[in-house]
């Protein structure tokens, strides 16, 4: 076990209801953070769509993971991202959103993906 | 250099699963070692011990197997995501009382600890089908 914490991020690219890999990166992500490793969540290109509020995926049901993402924090989550460039792609702002993210821009992103132990893609 | 593989495709769906088991060939004759391979989502159906493929089409989920035995590999397949699409092995099907067990007994059913694990103790962890 390496003794300093392992930064990984998980990054969440497909849109809710096409596939169920959010959920199993948001699974992965709490197994993480069990494990005391530096984690983060960025959504981009369709995965921002999870973001959006007043998503009822019960109506076809389907588990969304709208309702995990703001009890997050407890599970010492503290970064969670949008990409900027994403979100104007899609012509959504942040006030659609159900919890308020930080935005990053694309080079920035660039250098976290870099500067990274591990990524796992979703 | 010390690899890990996660599998996150069904066999013959994609080309994923096919290109994972073509890099864990060419890792371990290049003299690399393989410290785990995990199978993921869609990707617990590589550990079928039920699938008959035609004879003119490879057999993926067989390859799997024989890559596992002849190298010991520890070839971990997510228990969540497998018993959700029928595949269990012994003590599952006895657990939930079913008439069969569909898992290959070369793999393990393991939790996504395993997987953190791996990718802890790993040089690389490559993700195929994500």
Known sequence: ?122 | MKFSLVVYSAPYSTQASSTALHFAKAALAGGHDIYRIFFFQDGVLNATALAVPPQDEVDIPQAWQELTRQHGIDSVVCVASALKRGILDDDEANRYDKKHSSMASEFSLGGLGQLIDASLHSDRLLCFGA
């Open chain 1, 1 to 122: 076990m390496h003794t300093d914490r392992a930064r990984i991020v998980f990054l969440c690219r497909s849109s809710p209801y096409c596939n169920t890999a959010a959920n199993a990166a948001l699974d992965l992500l709490l197994t993480a953070a069990a494990f005391d490793q530096e984690v983060s969540l960025v959504f981009s290109d369709d995965g921002v769509f999870h973001l959006l509020k007043d998503q009822l995926g019960t109506r076809i049901g389907l588990k969304n993971i709208a309702g995990a993402l703001p009890v997050l924090a407890l599970y010492e989550v503290q970064q969670v991202l949008v990409e900027a460039s994403s979100l104007a792609a899609r012509n959504l702002e942040q006030d659609s959103l159900l919890m308020p993210v930080a935005l990053i821009e694309t080079p920035v992103l660039a250098e976290l993906l870099e500067d990274a132990d591990q990524v796992f893609n979703f």
